[in-house]
């Protein structure tokens, strides 16, 4: 199939034109800036409320099709549980912008965390873990990566984690921070490594949540898709099908109310007239991921590195393409967790028993108290 970027150029402009107007005027921090500008409204505390509080909630979501509101291609009508920032710079000769939470607490205990998402989350989905961490003193800054949710989706771009992970260094020195705790889910976990190897001595400790990439799963024999396969598969996305995903690999087959919000924040963009634009940067990424290992540098991690590992996660990159032989061999997390666990020199690993890959959503109050403890046993800068 193929790919006029001049129409997806065209439906992305004409997308951000209908979906842009915000409740309060967006104002970009420069690199040169540290000042951050607040666009959208607070949400309230709970997801539930957060995602009823969006532009399109009129839409009210079904519990199963794929009914639901419209967003923009950067989930322009979706509002942050946090005010939203915008970091402009330029990568690969193209004017950007990085959307982003900073979050300072009431009381500060001088630290800092980066809450890195994954491939199905944005920002917005660490909510609760936002509140919790603010509320024991830590300042919390929360992004959305290039080719995500609110943050540029480019026509044109090398991904890479090594990329990524510079965007996101560039965002910390335009707000201030030297040194930080960096924490990691599902693919914001391969990010993490990945930040922590590029930038040892300001990563003061590192958490990965059910990071994926914990085994390479082209050398296990996981198929190569061409990134216009990807293209094809992404265009095909529905609320149906993130819910019978989410529910059965990140929920261990459960599923709650309060889990429906995020799907149609995912599904939204693929209603909206940008599709075309998010499904592309989409199969860009999944290439990103799928070549791109970092399980085979995990011996180099010189932090402390907490592991936070649902047990009955079953990610794996491409797993619907491979044979059911490689199929029956990938995404064990109670082994890679553990396997993980004896490459990294400094780590400690917390098994959730009956969680599944996004244990902060599912068991947040266990999830919560293994990670202030966590957190709490590294004090001070290295």
Same mark, same amino acid.
């Given at each position: 199939?193929?790919?006029?970027?001049?129409?997806?150029?065209?439906?992305? @402009?004409?997308?951000?034109?209908?979906?842009?107007?915000?409740?309060?005027?967006?104002?970009?921090?420069?690199?040169?800036?540290?000042? +951050?500008?607040?666009?959208?409204? /607070?949400?309230?505390?709970?997801?539930?409320?957060?995602?009823?509080?969006?532009?399109?909630?009129?839409? +009210?979501? &079904?519990?199963?099709?794929?009914?639901?509101?419209?967003?923009?291609? %950067?989930?322009?009508?979706?509002?942050?549980?946090?005010?939203?920032?915008?970091?402009?710079?330029?990568?690969?000769?193209?004017?950007?912008?990085?959307?982003?939470?900073?979050?300072?607490?009431?009381?500060?205990?001088?630290?800092?965390?980066?809450?890195?998402?994954?491939?199905?989350?944005?920002?917005? @989905?660490?909510?609760? @873990?936002?509140?919790?961490?603010?509320?024991?003193?830590?300042?919390?800054? =929360?992004?959305?990566? *290039?080719?995500?949710?609110?943050?540029?989706?480019?026509?044109?771009?090398?991904?890479?984690?090594?990329?990524?992970?510079?965007?996101?260094? &560039?965002?910390?020195? $335009?707000?201030?921070?030297?040194?930080?705790?960096?924490?990691?889910?599902? @693919?914001?976990?391969?990010?993490?490594?990945?930040?922590?190897?590029?930038?040892?001595?300001?990563?003061?400790?590192? /958490?990965?949540?059910?990071?994926?990439?914990? %085994? #390479?799963?082209? =050398?296990?024999?996981?198929?190569?898709?061409? /990134?216009?396969?990807?293209?094809?598969?992404?265009?095909?996305?529905?609320? #149906?099908?993130?819910?019978?995903?989410?529910?059965? +690999?990140?929920?261990?087959?459960?599923?709650?109310?309060?889990?429906?919000?995020?799907?149609?924040?995912?599904?939204?963009?693929?209603?909206?007239?940008?599709?075309? *634009? /998010?499904?592309?940067? $989409?199969?860009?990424?999944?290439?990103?991921?799928?070549?791109?290992?970092?399980?085979y540098e995990f011996g180099q991690l010189s932090m402390p590195t907490l592991l936070l590992i649902g047990q009955k996660d079953t990610t794996a990159i491409g797993k619907d393409a491979a044979s059911p032989e490689v199929r029956a061999k990938i995404g064990h997390y109670?082994?890679?967790?553990? &396997?993980?666990?004896?490459? *990294?020199?400094?780590? +400690?690993?917390? %098994?959730? =028993?009956?969680?599944?890959?996004?244990?902060?959503?599912?068991?947040?109050?266990?999830?919560?108290?293994?990670?202030?403890?966590?957190?709490?046993?590294?004090?001070?800068?290295?």
């Amino acid at each position: 199939m193929s790919i006029s970027f001049r129409r997806l150029s065209l439906l992305a @402009t004409l997308s951000a034109a209908a979906f842009g107007a915000a409740p309060v005027t967006v104002c970009a921090a420069s690199a040169a800036s540290a000042e +951050t500008l607040a666009t959208g409204s /607070v949400g309230a505390s709970s997801t539930v409320s957060t995602a009823a509080s969006t532009s399109g909630a009129s839409e +009210t979501a &079904a519990a199963g099709g794929n009914a639901g509101p419209a967003y923009g291609p %950067e989930l322009q009508g979706f509002t942050y549980p946090e005010p939203v920032g915008q970091y402009d710079f330029t990568s690969q000769g193209v004017a950007l912008h990085m959307a982003y939470m900073d979050v300072k607490p009431a009381h500060a205990n001088g630290r800092t965390v980066v809450l890195l998402h994954g491939k199905n989350f944005c920002g917005a @989905t660490w909510e609760a @873990t936002i509140h919790r961490l603010s509320e024991a003193g830590y300042r919390v800054i =929360a992004p959305d990566q *290039i080719g995500f949710c609110k943050s540029s989706k480019p026509e044109h771009y090398q991904y890479s984690f090594q990329q990524l992970a510079r965007n996101t260094h &560039a965002l910390l020195e $335009s707000l201030g921070v030297k040194d930080a705790t960096i924490v990691g889910h599902s @693919t914001g976990g391969m990010l993490a490594v990945r930040y922590a190897l590029m930038y040892p001595r300001e990563t003061q400790q590192l /958490v990965l949540v059910n990071p994926i990439g914990l %085994e #390479d799963w082209k =050398a296990k024999g996981v198929p190569s898709l061409s /990134v216009d396969d990807w293209y094809r598969r992404e265009l095909k996305t529905s609320a #149906d099908g993130i819910r019978r995903y989410e529910q059965s +690999t990140y929920y261990a087959g459960q599923w709650r109310a309060d889990y429906e919000p995020w799907v149609q924040m995912l599904a939204g963009m693929y209603r909206g007239p940008g599709k075309q *634009i /998010v499904a592309w940067n $989409s199969a860009l990424l999944y290439d990103m991921i799928y070549t791109q290992p970092v399980v085979y540098e995990f011996g180099q991690l010189s932090m402390p590195t907490l592991l936070l590992i649902g047990q009955k996660d079953t990610t794996a990159i491409g797993k619907d393409a491979a044979s059911p032989e490689v199929r029956a061999k990938i995404g064990h997390y109670p082994e890679l967790g553990k &396997a993980a666990a004896k490459a *990294i020199p400094d780590a +400690t690993l917390v %098994e959730f =028993a009956d969680l599944g890959h996004a244990p902060q959503m599912q068991d947040p109050d266990a999830f919560h108290k293994a990670l202030l403890e966590g957190l709490a046993a590294v004090q001070g800068s290295r």
